[in-house]
């Protein structure tokens, strides 16, 4: 870091860029090796920083005042080197708002390059009027939530859409040969498709989230256990070569599939701790272990009471109902009981 003056001193090609810019991108490097060394410690798989291209290299960090500025009015903003440049505002920026940091981001590359501009701001959070109400959600494969109230919030169809072609993209992408003209253009156009999911996902999150934090004063789900979910499809042994594997393409395809679904999970819950805190709501994280497979009506907890992925029936008082509802009532009561223990205490 104190590097940094010295060589711009020298270096007069340097010095058209911004100090703060180039000091934010020094502690990213300086980051990721402290991590690195973390893991080493920790004897984990280390990983070694990579070297970053500069086409690897899709976003830069500002001070906002020192080689970046915003223009509310004219919806302008200026970039040290480059010049003032329109943008589209997809949000309101709240009047007044201290600008910090700001980030300027690529997406995709050659005719498909789109930037994007990230302001952080802080908001004062603004308590909702209180419902009475409390909820417990399940996240589903079926149906990307359901509520202990049997509401089901299905899986957004366009992002379904979206992840089958980015799917198909990315087997596309693992035939082309390095180097080549039609590897570069798949590449930009897996990244493009990355992009929209991304900020799919996002709208969505926000959209499922603003709901369920304006109807209820504690919302209850299953803690997430992320890495298990995103766990890539299993290779399959090819008998006939010891050592060798079939190609798979199928199962890489529905895994990447899950994989985004699951993804859009994380996403959304913190979209929704977010917007709770900012509402004055709760919201209870639970244990999943036996939520879906536990009687509602008399407690009892079997494998069996789950003959398929949708039913419910209970083996002891044949209790029926929807298997997600079931879920969520239980993620519910979870809630509810870690919440009085937390009051008594
Ligand atoms: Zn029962």
């Known amino acids: 870091m104190v590097q940094l003056t010295e060589i711009r001193s020298v270096r007069p090609d340097q010095g ?3 100090f703060t810019s180039q000091q934010q991108t020094l502690r990213r490097l300086d980051k990721a090796f402290g991590a690195f060394f973390r893991r080493v410690k920790a004897r984990e798989t280390p990983g070694y920083p990579r070297f970053r291209a ?12 020192d080689g970046i500025k915003f223009h509310r009015d004219k919806k302008q903003l200026y970039v040290m080197g480059v010049g003032h440049v329109q943008i589209r505002l997809h949000r309101a920026l ?6 910090g940091q700001v980030s300027v981001k ?5 005719r498909r390059t789109r930037w994007f501009v990230v302001i952080p701001v802080e ?22 939530l359901t509520t202990s109230e049997g509401v089901h919030v299905p899986n957004p169809r366009h992002l379904k859409v979206a992840a089958a072609r980015l799917a198909a993209a990315q087997q596309d992408l693992a035939r082309k040969k390095r180097g080549s003209n039609r590897r570069r253009n798949t590449v930009s156009r897996v990244a493009t498709l990355h992009g929209t999911v991304r900020r799919q996902r996002l709208d969505h999150a926000h959209k499922t989230a603003l709901k369920l934090v304006q109807d209820h004063d504690v919302i209850c789900h299953e803690a997430l256990q992320i890495p298990n979910m995103t766990k890539r499809a299993k290779p399959v042994p090819d008998p006939a070569r010891p050592g060798a594997f079939l190609p798979n393409g199928q199962a890489a395809k529905t895994g990447l599939n899950k994989a985004i679904l699951d993804a859009g999970w994380g996403v959304f819950l913190s979209v929704l701790t977010a917007k709770a805190e900012n509402a004055g709501r709760d919201v209870i994280s639970v244990n999943p272990a036996n939520t879906s497979r536990t009687c509602p009506d008399c407690g009892h907890c079997a494998k069996g ?22 879920g ?7 809630g509810t009981a870690l919440r009085q223990t937390a009051h008594a205490a």
């Open 16 to 18: 058209v860029w911004s």
């Open 94 to 99: 709240p009047e007044n708002a201290a600008l």
């Open 54 to 65: 500069a086409a690897r290299f899709d976003s830069v960090d500002f001070r906002h005042g």
């Open 106 to 110: 690529r997406e995709g590359s050659g």
């Open 305 to 326: 009471n789950r003959p398929s992925q949708a039913v419910f029936t209970c083996r002891q008082c044949s209790f029926t109902g929807n298997a997600d509802t079931v």
């Open 123 to 144: 908001v004062q959070p603004v308590p909702l009027p209180m419902t009475g109400a409390i909820t417990g959600i399940d996240m589903g494969v079926a149906s990307f």
């Open 328 to 334: 969520a009532i239980n993620v519910l009561r979870a």
